[in-house]
């Protein structure tokens, strides 16, 4: 009679996965990392959060068996999904990854020579344009999971 190998036991309670999408087979930590603020342009408000100190965060919740990341296109007008991008590229772990990022809020607030009126909101304009900016920040060719905020400043 032979039996199964038994699994060997999470390396920490992060590595206890739950299953996100049963119909997508998508599993994730227990704890999904809020990215809000990793970047310096909202320092003012949020405090520093550097480069090197967000990749050191990223580093030990990966370490830990952490794979879930949630970001948005606007935060840290955009430093957030360029740098979350960076790390996963260099680490080489992107397909290891579940990444959730939002779209509703215009991602191109900063730049006061535009005209911004599609670039916020449900739409399908929205969805259009923030998705594909944020596939090049997050230097990736798929986001896991897209979602909308329903409050639009």
């Keep these: 009679m032979s039996f199964l190998p038994i699994a060997p036991p999470p390396k920490s309670p ?45 580093d030990f919740f990966y370490e830990n068996g952490g794979n879930f990341i949630d970001t948005s296109n606007n935060y840290q007008l955009e430093e957030s999904e360029i740098w979350l991008g960076e790390w996963m590229k260099k680490r080489g772990v992107r397909d290891q990854m579940v990444i959730a990022t939002k779209y509703t809020t215009n ?11 599609n670039f916020q909101g449900n739409g399908t304009k929205s969805l259009h344009t923030s998705v594909n900016r944020s596939l090049q920040k997050l230097q990736t060719d798929y986001i896991d999971l897209v979602c909308f905020t329903d409050v639009v400043p």
């Design 107 to 117: 991602h191109r607030a900063d730049r006061k020579d535009e005209i911004l009126i």
């Design 14 to 58: 992060l590595a206890r996965y739950r299953i996100l999408s049963p119909t997508a087979s998508v599993r994730v930590s227990p704890l999904c990392l809020g990215a809000m603020n990793f970047g310096n342009a909202w320092k003012q408000h949020m405090g520093v959060c550097d480069q090197n100190t967000t990749n050191q965060i990223l």
